[in-house]
């Protein structure tokens, strides 16, 4: 593999990484806050649709991703309605809402465009554009360096670098913050959140929520950004790749980021390599579709560290039992 | 004393459940510009009125029960298998090398032999997380999703690359010998005047599938095994003073969920492509479910429900035929039963406890 074939594969892991990225620090807000999603996945797809439709309809990709961005959160609503006010169980809330962006986004992307599920295909300011980090351009010919800050860092769309951005973010928050430790303790032991007056409804809820402005972030980039367009499944297991990142990174936010570019490495290899030659092995494709899957499996099995979820995450909540 | 007599818990609270979703599906309709009524009266014409449409709702039903059956089993030892769909696709894998690599003499016998593989190759897929979960305290839900996952994968791998007949364009195995034919509904209830379920999927497995619900009921109110399998799902902490080893129940009760889910290959696989191919569940591990949630876990009402999603999915591909509503209708369907009928059962419940409190109250002042 020469240079430049690793500058174009690392520049494809930071775009791949992001929505992974994005999806995961969701994850984290709501588990870290006892409330287990695994919709996350449904809520990155009806984003991606109401995105892509919106930013169609009104030529403005900003006021597609508010669309979508709202559309996530009224599922994380109706997951915190499910699982925080009516104590049902959190899974099968998730595996509902999954079911239901599958199937509402084909039927009005059907319905709006008749095109077999997916949108038109955004032009101009309907598409996320490129942003040019400052003295790339100028940096490019400094050997090494160069290529790396003016291809792998620079040129992305503006959303990557809030993803890259939301993770020192995300760490200030939850463990910096009065906010952040309510929220942890609330998926430890929230009777004892509870018992100091704070309100475990509130602060699940408003973990929840987050999980859905972030599952939408994630959504519309992959409709406006990643991708010119809404495409039926186009989210393609993300959601659940990046619930595997999650429990890779322990419930962290810098472990999230470490394992969501290893993850997104590896769906950038499988993408530019359908088989791929280590010495005499080849290695194929789908080894490297499944190893995100393998490797949480392995994770979880506590054979390399134990990955313990926050304590109280899956359990509804009864005051005064 | 309960707060609600126990007919109100089985029938009341699920019928009120699957009204809402009914209703909601209507404006759903509503909303595409199609008269719900009208879709209804479609959807039954197509896969009730007439034999053939009988034929696929009750192939679609074999396949529910069998992942329903799956779900329920595992419920009553409180573990949510979501893995239903990578079991079949593996239990897939175990009846094509079943049927490809043994010369079978007779349909009846092949199916015996695909039974057992495709029981025995589900049961396998559903061993390691029952494993991880019950030593390594690793969660089933998300281990058995990393396992759909895997499994697509792998046998992405071996029909790409190792089934394959040479020559082949699709990703599939070749087509299984005529020996292992099944007999199809229409093989067996037609006379030479009277074709009936003409070209319809359903088959002999479909017997199977009732077997299997009476072979679950069994199970689980009739043996000393099913007894420990509800008695941990109920308290792990008490089954275990009360001797029952919650390794033991974990992994007996995935290995058969995960056979049960195994065996809906054979009306698939064996039953109507002839041949494995990719995605061979197409999303019945899933529907399972929604099955098992409204037929509480019961092998009774599981048949119902898996009766209901047959006629749903049969009268949702007549819908896409002639109103150009695509099938994903269904998947909001199911969607919604999941949620009335499982997330959101409080939702109808403490209405209907407080109701019921309430007339109480003044019956007794």
Known sequence: MDFGTLIQLLESTIRMSTPLLLACLAGLFSERAGIFDIGLEGKMLIAAFFSAAVAFSTGNVWLGLLAGIAASVVLSAIHGLASITFRGNQLISGVALNFLASGLTVLIAQSWYSQGGKTPTLTGDARLGEVTLPFADALRDVPFIGPIYADVISGHASLVYVAFLAVPLTWWVLFRTRFGLRLRAVGESPEAVDTAGISVVRLRFTAVIICGVLCGIAGAYMATGLQPFFGKEMTAGRGYIALAALIFAKWRPWYALMACLLFGFLQALAIRFQNFDIGPFTVPVQVMDALPYILTVIILAGFIGKAIPPRAGGEPYVKER | ?365
């Open chain 2, 1 to 365: 004393m309960d707060k609600m007599p126990a007919w109100a818990d089985a029938v009341l609270v699920p019928l009120i459940s699957i009204l809402i979703a009914a209703v909601l599906s209507a404006l759903v309709i509503a909303a595409l510009g199609m008269n719900p009524f009208e879709a209804f009266r479609l959807m039954v014409e197509g896969a009730l009125m007439k034999s053939s449409g009988w034929g696929y709702t009750l192939y679609y039903a074999t396949n529910f029960i069998f992942t329903g059956l799956a779900v329920s089993v595992a419920f009553h030892a409180k573990m949510f298998n979501i893995g239903g769909e990578g079991q079949a696709q593996i239990g897939g894998l175990g009846v094509a090398l079943c049927c490809l690599f043994i010369p079978w003499p007779h349909w009846s016998l092949a199916l015996i032999g695909a039974t057992i593989s495709a029981a025995a190759f589900g049961a396998l897929w559903a061993y390691v997380p029952a494993i991880l979960q019950a030593k390594r305290g690793s969660h089933i839900v998300i281990t058995t999703i990393m396992f759909n996952f895997i499994a697509a994968a792998l046998i992405n791998y071996i029909l790409v690359n190792i089934l394959r007949p040479s020559g082949g364009m699709e990703p599939a195995t070749a087509t299984f010998p005529e020996a292992v034919h099944l007999p199809t509904f229409q093989d067996m209830f037609s006379t030479a005047d009277n074709v009936l379920f003409r070209g319809s999927p359903a088959n002999i497995t479909f017997f199977i599938a009732i077997l299997a619900c009476i072979a679950v009921w069994l199970l689980i109110w009739r043996t000393r095994l099913g007894y420990e399998i509800r008695a941990f799902g109920h308290s792990e902490t008490g089954a275990k003073y009360a001797g029952i080893s919650p390794v033991r129940i974990t992994v007996i009760s995935m290995l058969i969920s995960g056979a049960l889910a195994g065996l809906m290959a054979i009306n698939a696989t064996m039953g109507e492509a002839e041949r494995l191919v990719l995605n061979a569940s197409e999303g019945a591990g899933f529907i399972g479910i929604a099955v098992a949630l409204m037929g509480r876990s019961h092998p009774l009402g599981v048949f119902l429900a898996a009766l209901l999603f047959g006629f749903l999915y049969q009268g949702g591909a007549e819908l896409a035929f002639w109103a150009n509503i695509p099938r994903e209708l269904i998947t909001v369907i199911q969607a919604l039963v999941i949620l009335f009928t499982g997330a959101l059962d409080n939702f109808v419940r403490w209405p209907l406890e407080r109701l019921f409190l309430a007339t109480r109250k003044k019956g007794t002042a």
